[in-house]
C-alpha cells in the first residue's frame, strides 16, 4: 500500500485542522488508523476506525477533541483536529491496522508508511 496524507499546517492554540488520508489500492476493507511522531519521541497511534460500520477508537490524550471518519467511496479517511494544543505537534501519518486499535493497541500491519503531513501548533 502507499500512503498519501495532506491537510497539516501551522495553528495557534485552539485551533482546527482537517487531516486526510488516501491509498492505493483502496482502504475499503481495512481498519485504517493516525498516528503521529514528535521530535525526539516515538510514533504513537491517536486514532482508528473500522473497515465498515466506521467503529472508532481514539488516546486517551485526544478523545474528545479529534474526530476520525471514512468516506469509502472516495477512499479517503479523515480526522477532524479541534481544540488542538502545543503538544499536539509532530508529523502525522496513516496507516491500515487491526481491530486490536480500539482496544488501544496500534501497530501498522502493512509496515508502509507515508510522508506524513506536518502540523505544528504553536502560538
Known amino acids: 500500500l502507499q500512503f498519501m496524507e495532506s491537510g497539516g499546517g501551522l495553528v495557534q492554540p485552539g485551533g482546527s485542522l482537517r487531516l486526510s488520508c488516501t491509498a492505493s489500492?483502496?482502504?475499503?476493507?481495512?481498519?485504517v488508523g493516525w498516528f503521529r511522531q514528535a521530535p525526539g519521541k516515538e510514533r504513537e497511534g491517536v486514532a482508528c476506525v473500522s473497515s465498515q460500520t466506521s467503529t472508532t477508537g481514539y488516546a486517551d490524550s485526544v478523545k474528545g477533541r479529534f474526530t476520525i471518519s471514512r468516506d469509502n467511496a472516495k477512499n479517503t479517511v479523515y480526522l477532524q483536529m479541534n481544540s488542538l494544543k502545543e503538544e499536539d505537534t509532530g508529523l502525522y501519518y496513516c496507516?491500515?491496522?487491526?481491530?486490536?486499535?480500539?482496544?488501544?493497541?496500534?501497530?501498522?500491519?502493512?509496515?508502509?508508511w507515508g510522508p506524513g503531513t506536518q502540523v505544528t501548533v504553536s502560538v
Open positions: 496507516g491500515v491496522v487491526s481491530m486490536y486499535c480500539l482496544r488501544g493497541s496500534y501497530e501498522n500491519t502493512e509496515g508502509s
Open positions: 489500492p483502496r482502504l475499503d476493507y481495512r481498519y
